[in-house]
């Protein structure tokens, strides 16, 4: 398994500001994902973060709304931009190795007033 | 969309007693998995089960698969209070990627 550090844990954002989470994980991954959890809701998946390109996100999501970066094997960010009150949401980074399960890591939870 | 129907939406029992939940899909999967939430946190891969598959152990949990009838089901025996948790179904398709249920919420009384 790999162990998943999430940052910030929580935060509380105006409307209209931005906010980037961030991802590390303790090993190299081959996969890496962002998920997003609203308010008692199951989880959606926004984006794969792909290495040195460019994320492939899930309909619905745009890269203009939620830019992601993924600079090495490790290491991966989101941004949620322009932030109104329907984004606040638990935001999900998760990790694959290629034998099927995911790790997940503790989540942002994000409150937007 | 989502892929996982969990019923019941909701389950209550003591402790000592068994936990079974189902869960529902409607297109053809590679595996699908089980995983806990505990009070809104991150999520912990409890056991997959690979399409070619009936069943699976893992300690307490007993998974079942029936691909003829799209479904599955989670048994955790002899609970503890600590297996108070929300549990999602997840189903894989051939591109790898996870769809979630809309997860059940077990309560396990002292």
């Known amino acids: 398994s790999a162990v998943i550090s999430q940052k910030p844990s929580r935060d509380i954002c105006q409307r209209g500001t931005s906010l980037t989470i961030q991802c590390q994980v303790d090993?190299?991954?081959?996969?890496m994902f962002w998920y997003r959890q609203q308010p008692g809701q199951s989880l959606t998946l926004i984006a794969t973060a792909n290495q040195g390109s460019e994320a492939t996100y899930e309909s619905g999501f745009v890269i203009d709304k939620f830019p992601i970066s993924r600079p090495n094997l490790t290491f991966s960010t989101l941004t949620v931009s322009n932030m109104s009150p329907e984004d606040s949401s638990i935001y999900l980074c998760s990790v694959g190795q290629g034998t099927g399960e995911l790790f997940f890591g503790e989540g942002s939870r994000l409150t937007v007033l | 969309s989502q892929q996982g129907e969990e019923d019941p939406q909701a389950l209550s029992i003591q402790e000592g007693e068994n936990a079974t939940m189902n869960c529902s899909y409607k297109t053809s999967i590679n595996n699908l998995q089980w995983y806990r939430q505990n009070s809104g946190r991150g999520l912990v891969h409890l056991i997959l089960i690979r399409s070619n598959e009936r069943e699976k152990h893992s300690g307490r949990l007993r998974v079942t698969l029936d691909t003829s009838k799209k479904s599955s089901s989670l048994l955790i025996t002899a609970s503890r209070a600590a297996d108070t948790a929300s549990y999602f179904c997840a189903t894989a398709g051939a591109n790898s990627k996870l769809t979630f249920g809309k997860g059940i919420t077990l309560s396990v009384r002292p």
């Open positions: 090993s190299q991954v081959t996969m």
